[in-house]
């Protein structure tokens, strides 16, 4: 059974700081792309950062660059996003998810968490 586990979301004030976890089983983890999204209400959903598990290449979209870092523990199957200086505009749910390669768009990728809060207040 494919699941994808993120936990670690919850509130915290401007310029706190958070790490999520996304927790990989039933899945092939090695080469492929471990990606985060967030949707905020009444927004699209939209990438954050991605890393692909072979090489541990990262990717950060420019609203998280400096702020956000993407890492993996291969020996657990997990991936982390941890979140600093945030921001209330960083409030979203916060997906994991997996693909073949790293891309930004959703379509690309098959496998989906559940998705963990996170609401930061100013």
């Known amino acids: 059974q494919v699941q994808l586990v993120e936990s670690g979301g919850g509130s915290v004030q401007a310029g706190g700081s958070l790490r999520l976890s996304c927790a990989a089983s039933?899945?092939?983890?090695?080469?492929?792309?471990m990606g985060w999204f967030r949707q905020a209400p009444g927004k699209e959903r939209e990438g954050v950062a991605h890393i692909y598990t072979s090489n541990g290449n990262t990717y950060y979209a420019d609203s998280v660059k400096g702020r956000f870092t993407v890492s993996q523990d291969s020996a657990k199957n997990t991936v982390y996003l941890q979140m600093n200086s945030l921001k209330p505009e960083d409030t979203a749910m916060y997906y994991c998810?997996?693909?073949?390669?790293?891309?930004?768009?959703?379509?690309?990728?098959?496998?989906w968490g559940q998705g963990t809060q996170v609401t930061v207040s100013s």
């Open positions: 039933g899945v092939t983890y090695s080469n492929r792309c």
């Open positions: 998810a997996q693909g073949a390669y790293c891309t930004w768009y959703e379509r690309t990728y098959r496998y």
